[in-house]
């Protein structure tokens, strides 16, 4: 059984950090990521990470969001420094294994107060 358990998720200042963890298990995943949904708005991806360490971003969390991940624990992390009150959604983890199949957490809310 897949399981995707995030931690990391609070409230912050404009300009702050925080790290998400997502912890996965039950399946060998070759993509991993972070996604997002802001009330009253589409769920978006934030940025992903394949197994081989290639990375992608949204270009407005670029420079300020770093994603990564130890193989060995199948967990993927997502740092974020300077934080904005635009960052303020709910973050998903998200994996993918080997036959396409997508799996999500169940979401740890970041608040970025002005």
């Known amino acids: 059984q897949v399981q995707l358990v995030e931690s990391g998720g609070g409230l912050v200042q404009a300009g702050g950090s925080l790290r998400l963890s997502c912890a996965a298990s039950?399946?060998?995943?070759?993509?991993m990521g972070w996604y997002r949904q802001a009330p009253g708005k589409q769920r978006e991806l934030v940025a992903t990470i394949t197994s081989g360490g290639s990375t992608n971003y949204q270009d407005s969390v670029k420079g300020r969001f770093t994603i990564s991940r130890d193989n060995a624990k199948n967990t993927v992390y997502l740092q974020m420094n300077s934080l904005k009150p635009e960052d303020t959604a709910v973050y998903y983890c998200?994996?993918?294994?080997?036959?396409?199949?997508?799996?999500w957490g169940e979401g740890t809310l970041v608040t970025v107060s002005s």
């Open positions: 998200n994996a993918e294994t080997v036959l396409r199949r997508k799996y």
């Open positions: 039950g399946s060998i995943f070759v993509i």
